[in-house]
C-alpha cells in the first residue's frame, strides 16, 4: 500500500503561483508513476501531469508551459509548480500513485485562483 498526503493548496490572484507537495509512505524509488490530477465542482477528475521513474513528464494541452511536475525519490516527495495560474485551474488537486498495478490517492488539496 501507499498513503499519499498533498499540501501547498491555496488562494491566489490570476497570474500567480503555488507549489502542490506530496509525500509518499514508501520508498518512490519503487512507484512507476506519479502523477497530479484535478476535480472542479460539477466535472470529472483529470489528469494534469504525470511523472514516470524512468524520468518521463507528461501534461495536459491546458497546463503545458506553465506547470512543472517533479519528484525526489530521496525524498518520497512529488511536486507540481504551477506558475501562471487562472481562474479556471480552480479545482481540487489529487496526488495519485501507480504501484504495483493499482493507483492510490492522497485526500486532495484546493487551489482557487481567483481574478
Known amino acids: 500500500q501507499v498513503q499519499l498526503v498533498e499540501s501547498g493548496g491555496g488562494l491566489v490572484q490570476a497570474g500567480g503561483s503555488l507549489r502542490l507537495s506530496c509525500v509518499a509512505s514508501?520508498?518512490?524509488?519503487?512507484?512507476?508513476?506519479m502523477g497530479w490530477y484535478r476535480q472542479a465542482p460539477g466535472k470529472q477528475r483529470e489528469l494534469v501531469a504525470t511523472?514516470?521513474?524512468?524520468?518521463?513528464?507528461n501534461y495536459v494541452d491546458s497546463v503545458k508551459g506553465r506547470f512543472t511536475i517533479s519528484r525526489d525519490n530521496a525524498k518520497n516527495t512529488a511536486y507540481l509548480q504551477m506558475n501562471s495560474l487562472k481562474p479556471e485551474d480552480t479545482a481540487v488537486y489529487y496526488c495519485?500513485?501507480?504501484?504495483?498495478?493499482?493507483?492510490?490517492w492522497g485526500q486532495g488539496t484546493q487551489v482557487t485562483v481567483s481574478s
Open positions: 511523472a514516470t521513474s524512468g524520468g518521463s513528464t
Open positions: 495519485g500513485a501507480d504501484f504495483l498495478g493499482r493507483r492510490y
Open positions: 514508501r520508498n518512490m524509488f519503487n512507484i512507476n508513476a
